[in-house]
């Protein structure tokens, strides 16, 4: 059996942490997720699945006031392991249960295309690339190797 599109693969489970706590681990940022606050209004990226629906690829814009990030790192879930990819095939989307506060979304892998038995899940982390700084205000670079042919080098 292979995924398809909307198709639920798992939920980013992680500790909650407001702005600052966020920022005092941002050296350890390998399980760091930033949710909420976001832009509804201004998609960032669409990703077409195979069937031409058309579906929302993390498409939401941070806006620049504090915000929530999950930290998998001590507490999580299966999709601590999903690994960043330049042509992935799940998107992560806001979704709201057991609660209506939208700046606390939980947040959602879906397939956006056909997935192959033992391919491997991937999503697009999104980050800005230059624009991700350590606790010093240095920039910081990560290489991507997602190995795609579409690979854009850097994660960020
Ligand atoms: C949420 S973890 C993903 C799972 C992790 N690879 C593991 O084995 O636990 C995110 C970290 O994995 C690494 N990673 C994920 N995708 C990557 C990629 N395409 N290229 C390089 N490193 C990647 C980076 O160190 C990143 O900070």
Redesign the pocket.
């Known amino acids: 059996m292979s995924h398809t599109e909307v198709c639920f693969i798992c939920e980013y489970v992680g500790e909650l942490l407001d702005e600052k706590e966020a920022e005092s681990r941002i050296d350890n940022?390998?399980?760091l997720f930033d949710v909420g606050n976001y832009d509804e209004e201004i998609p960032k990226r669409n990703a077409t699945c195979n069937n031409n629906l058309k579906v929302e690829s993390n498409s939401f814009q941070r806006k620049d006031e504090d915000g929530f990030t999950l930290d998998?790192v001590s507490y999580g879930n299966v999709g601590?392991?999903?690994?960043?990819?330049c042509s992935p095939n799940l998107y992560a989307q806001n979704v709201m249960y057991y609660h209506g506060d939208r700046r606390v979304p939980h947040i959602m892998f879906f397939a956006s295309k056909s997935i192959a038995p033992l391919e491997e899940f991937t999503y697009h982390y999104n980050y800005n690339i230059d624009h991700v700084y350590d606790k010093n205000g240095n920039m910081k670079r990560?290489?991507?190797?997602?190995g795609s042919w579409k690979c854009e080098w850097r994660?960020y």
């Open positions: 940022d390998e399980y998998a601590r392991f999903i690994n960043h990819s990560k290489n991507c190797r997602c994660m």
